[in-house]
């Protein structure tokens, strides 16, 4: 290499360590200061941010240090090696700890233990790694020993610092060593972890060690440094883990976000009885009642209240059975100031918040707060209770509740009335009513759901591991663990029934079944009925009630009606469907479908005689029969909409749907018709296409057999003019040709429309206004928007089919690669979930810019079931449509999104 070259290395490395130094990788908390706020999450993650923040405000949190978000972009930005300088950064806050604490991390004789844990800007309970107690090796142990003077303690650390780390840094998995604990609990015959000796558990660390380097080939480490640097890397490496992927892909969370470290000298629940450890919530994460709610564990470290390894215990008296003593009555001044603490916390951030805390020795410490998962119903109370208690105003009430979240309140409840077989009974874990096939692990719950069978999740307890199975279930039943156990967390987190902790149920994952404490078997495939509000487990499916919005939910949705201005309509095809959208805020209907209404009863057999007619003549008798039913129909919505708007699509899908297609059912249609089956079967082969969705349907069905559409408008124009004339209605129909692709076709079919609904009107001799408007849910009607305007008073975006014809995509089949495609973030979301912003959004956006260009009072709609999902609805509102339209049980969340999209335009 020549000088000049070496020169330039030189002066590239230099500018690298002028970087490092420049740029602060770890920040510091502990004794009352702080170098980061609660307002830099996404710097430190929400855990660093909030531990920094309670130090600050004068909270007792044990020191530590937080190593930031970007050293994880870095670590895999650079084939996972850390940024130059962090170690000396990390060197240096520990030693500031070690000062903090009076001991030395490794000191033989007085050695600093540490917690190292993940944590996201954004909450993932559960999902990445966390290591306790590191630093302890067969030298240090004696240090604990000496200083604690508790030779139990020390142990029992130990132990479990080699279970963690074992998993979760060497990578050997749980099960290994939780079977020789398990097997030496039973030798000494006894139940609880609790009581194993002193003896007990130093023998336990031995047999660990020794099984450790039996499964690895290598010995676990002595030395701290290695341990700690194993936990960082561990911690780092978690981001990447398959559950928080996962937990990441349901909730919609970057990858590039990345996670923070937080290092954290330890503090013991595990010293004696005059020690413990907890989880609370300061408000009931499921009702959202005012009301402090929680559990702890007596001589218990932190993973043992979430993992359900024992029976947590009540902090509050009155929230118990009396069959365990509460925290209020055997550790009476740390609760008096843990319920300080709590309403401390609760005013500070003006939200519910779900704590951590350990008590050492009567001292009590908190190791965290973040901003409480909860119920959609819990959700929808804290918001409501919190504008008057004057903690937040409507505003920030209204963007306090995720619109996707209000899905769980808009779903049937068990019948009150309704017979009940009731099993057993556990905790109400998560509110809800589910009914399913009982199955047993996580894949056979996303196995059956692939193949759309309803599931219940049975496990004895889940863990992250678990995740991919309950998103899948319909609800989850374990055997232990408390209402705030991963399953109960969880599950509320994704508006999942739950029931958990059932102690009366025995599972038998090898024999597939379960065993009540009664005697009742149940084996996987068996139905089950889960009631997640009283925690009841029923033997077979349960009928089930539609929900009503009342109280605090009313009283919310009138705010989010003040602040939005994008209206929001329903896609109903019956009388029924309207009624439910009309209770939950419909402002009309923005798709009737009306081939829906050809399957029903006798009218199928009248389309099938209009399918078989061999000439105009013979369609026209059949649809003559077809006439009155549509009629029928129409009346029932206009009737149930009471004046609102609205919009009727002409007939859409190909001819052949109307058709059967097996030879049974083809022989049972010729009996009923008369007709020789030969003829059905050319029939049928006749009007079979390749390609159906881009075949004989829609506008093109209209053109070719115009008779079809004639009888339809006749239908919507008689329903209308019968209701204005006898029933004093005001109604203006609007009648919607489908799948246009050249203003031509919409030329002719608008003139025939405009013909027959005149009739109508004169025939009736009433006054009806009616618009006459089109689907653009093609490219090309979206490019020549402008043209088509000419003919169409309004738009309504059909953005399932655009969606399918911009990306080439088959809705029916693309669900095969589809969800692969989202794993590798190949496409950020499912494009029929959530509307792709950048390709189908800008044909949208093109479409009215160039609508109203010909006709500014253009009316402009949407109304694929992108219309019910929040970003969706929120790009409507940006780009400046009149109305969405969804499904009857999403509109009040368009409902809410919309207000979203204002509120947010405001901040």
Known sequence: MGVQAETEKLKVVQRQEEKAMAEKYVYFFGDGKAEGSGKMKNLLGGKGANLAEMTAIGLPVPPGFTITTEVCTEFYKNNRQYPAGLEKEVAENLAAVEKMMGK?????????????????????????????????????????????????????????FIQMYSDVVMGMGKEDLEHIL?????????????????????????????????????????????QLWGAIGAVFGSWMNPRAITYRRLHNLPSDWGTAVNVQSMVFGNMGNDCATGVAFTRNPSTGAKVFFGEFLVNA??????????????????????????????????????????????????????????????????LQTRTGKRTAKAAVKIAV???????????????????????????????????????????????????????????????????????????????????????????????????????????????????????????????????????VTLAKGDVLTLDGSTGEVIYGAVPTVQPELTGEFGELMA???????????????????????????????????TEHMFFEGERIMAVREMILAEDTEGRKRALAKILPMQKGDFLGLFREMKGLPVTIRLLD??????????????????????????TLKHKVDFLHEFNPMLGHRGCRLGITFPEIYDMQVKAIMEAACELVKNEGYSIIPEIMIPLIAEVKELKILRANAIRIADEVIAAYGVKVEYLIGTMIELPRAALTADRIAEEAEFFSFGTNDLTQTTYGLSRDDAGKFLPYYVEREIFPNDPFVALDQEGVGQLVKMGCEKGRQTRPDIKLGICGEHGGEA??????????????????????????????AVLKEEA
């Open 104 to 160: 030395k991390f490794g000191d033989p004789k007085n050695p600093l233990l540490v917690s190292v844990r993940s944590g996201s800007r954004a909450s993932m309970p559960g999902m990445m790694d966390t290591v306790l107690n590191l630093g302890l090796n067969d030298t240090t142990v004696q240090g604990v020993i000496d200083q604690s003077g508790d030779l139990r303690f020390a142990y029992d650390s130990y132990r479990r």
């Open 182 to 226: 398990e097997q030496m609990k039973e030798n000494r015959g006894v139940r609880n972890d609790t009581e194993l000796s002193a003896d007990d558990l130093k023998e336990l660390v031995g047999l660990f060690k020794k099984k450790v380097k039996e499964e690895l080939g290598r010995d676990f480490p002595e030395d701290p440094q290695e």
């Open 301 to 366: 470290q932190g993973e043992d209240v979430v993992a359900g390894i024992r029976t947590p215990q009540p902090i509050q008296k009155s929230q118990g059975d009396g069959t365990l003593p509460s925290m209020e009555e055997v550790m009476p001044e740390s609760y008096a100031q843990l319920m300080k603490i709590q309403e401390i916390l609760e005013k500070h951030y003006r939200d519910m918040q779900d704590i951590e805390f350990t008590i050492e020795k009567s001292k009590l410490y908190m």
């Open 385 to 519: 209770d919190m504008v008057k208690e004057g903690l937040i105003n409507e505003k920030e009430a209204v963007l306090r509740i995720d619109p996707a979240q209000l899905d769980q309140l808009l779903h049937p409840s068990l019948d009150p009335n309704a017979p009940k077989d009731v099993l057993c009974k556990g905790l109400p874990a998560s509110p809800g009513a589910a009914s399913g096939e009982i199955v047993f692990s996580a894949d056979e719950a996303e196995e059956a759901a692939r193949i759309g069978l309803k599931v219940i999740l049975v496990r004895v307890e889940t863990s992250p591991e678990d995740i991919h199975g309950m998103h899948a279930a319909q609800g989850i039943l374990t055997a232990r663990g408390g209402m705030t156990s991963h399953a109960a967390v969880v599950a509320r987190g994704m508006g999942k029934c739950c029931v958990a902790g059932c102690g009366d149920i025995k599972v038998d994952y090898k024999a597939q079944k379960l065993v009540t404490a009664k005697g």
């Open 559 to 593: 705010w989010v009606d003040k602040f939005r201005r994008l209206k929001v309509r329903t896609n109903a095809d019956t009388p029924h469907d309207s009624a439910v959208a009309r209770q939950f805020g419909a402002e009309g209907i923005g798709l009737c479908r």
């Open 653 to 678: 899908p190909p001819l052949h749907e109307f058709l059967p297609h097996t030879e049974k059912d083809l022989e049972e249609l010729a009996k009923v018709m008369n007709v020789p089956v030969a």
């Open 871 to 900: 970003s969706s609805v929120i790009f409507c509102h940006k780009i400046g449509l009149d109305y969405v339209s969804c499904s009857p049980y999403r509109v009040p969340i368009a409902r809410l999104a919309a207000a979203h």
